[in-house]
C-alpha cells in the first residue's frame, strides 16, 4: 500500500507545491481545501498524473467537527502538513475580536485538533509539519494575530514532537517571502524583497524541498526549518 500524506490549503500556491512534492516522493494524497474548488480540482489531475492517488477533501479547519470527519473516514496516515492558514492585517487598538478569534483557530487551535486526530492513525509512525513562518520570530505589529498564532504554532511543534515521540516526528517550516497576497501591496512587497539579504522571494520548491529533508532525515524533530534567503537576519 502506498504511503498517505495529508496536507490542508492544498489546492493551490504553496499547499499545491507540499502535494507535489510528497507526491513525487510516491505518497498518496488527502488534498484538503477549503473554497478553492476549481483549483483543487486541477491540482488532483496534475497530482494524478504522476501516478498518485487523491482524495479530495474539502473542510472549514476553524470547525472542530469538520476536523473530526475529515479525518475519521481515513484508515492510516503517515504525513500530515498543516498549511492553511489565514493572515489578517490589523492594528492592535481596533483588532476585531472575530479576527483575533478567526486566525488562532485556523492557524493555531486547527493544527492542534488535526495532530491530536491524526496522531491516531499514524499507526506506523509518522511525521507532522507546521507550516510558520519567519515571522514568528519577530514582532509584526500590523499583523498581531498571524504573528502570534505562528509563534504559538513553533512552540506547540516542540510540545507535540516531545509528547509524540518516538513514533511520531513534528517540525515546523519557516518560510520568508514567497508567494506575494492581496494583503500585501505591490509597492511594499518590492520593498520587502529588497530588503532580504538574497535579494528575491522564495520558490515554492525551495520551500517543499525543506519537507522533503525532513521526510528523509529521520532523526529530527521538534525543529523549525527556515527557509527565508536571509529575511530573519534584518
Ligand atoms: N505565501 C508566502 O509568502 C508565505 C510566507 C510565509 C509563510 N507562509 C505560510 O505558508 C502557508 C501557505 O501560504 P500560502 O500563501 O500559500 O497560502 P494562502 O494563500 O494564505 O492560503 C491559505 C490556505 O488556507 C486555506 N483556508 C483559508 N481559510 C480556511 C478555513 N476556514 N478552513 C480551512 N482552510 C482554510 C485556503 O483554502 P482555500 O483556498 O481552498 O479556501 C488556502 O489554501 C501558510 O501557513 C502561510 O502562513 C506563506
Known sequence: MEKLALVTGGAHRLGK?????????????????????????????????????????????????????????????????NSAAFMPSGNVESLPLETWDT????????????????????????????ITDVGAQKAWSRYPSYTVSKAAL???????ARALAPKIRVNAIAPGLVLQS???????????????PLKRPARSEEVASALEFLIKNEYITGQTIVVDGGYSLI
Open 17 to 81: 507545491s507540499f502535494a507535489l512534492t510528497l507526491a513525487r516522493l510516491g505518497y498518496d494524497i488527502v488534498l484538503h481545501y477549503h473554497s478553492a474548488v476549481e483549483e483543487a480540482r486541477q491540482t488532483q489531475g496534475e497530482l494524478e498524473s504522476l501516478n498518485c492517488r487523491v482524495i479530495l477533501a474539502p473542510a472549514d479547519l476553524t470547525q472542530p467537527a469538520e476536523i473530526q470527519s475529515l479525518v475519521s473516514n481515513l484508515q492510516s496516515l503517515d504525513v500530515l502538513v
Open 103 to 130: 486566525t488562532l483557530d485556523l492557524n493555531l487551535r486547527a493544527p492542534f485538533l488535526l495532530a491530536q486526530e491524526c496522531a491516531k492513525k499514524m499507526t506506523a509512525g509518522g511525521l507532522i509539519v507546521n
Open 154 to 160: 513553533e512552540s506547540l511543534t516542540k510540545i507535540l
Open 182 to 196: 492581496d494583503i500585501v501591496p505591490a509597492e511594499e512587497w518590492e520593498r520587502l524583497i529588497s530588503r532580504v
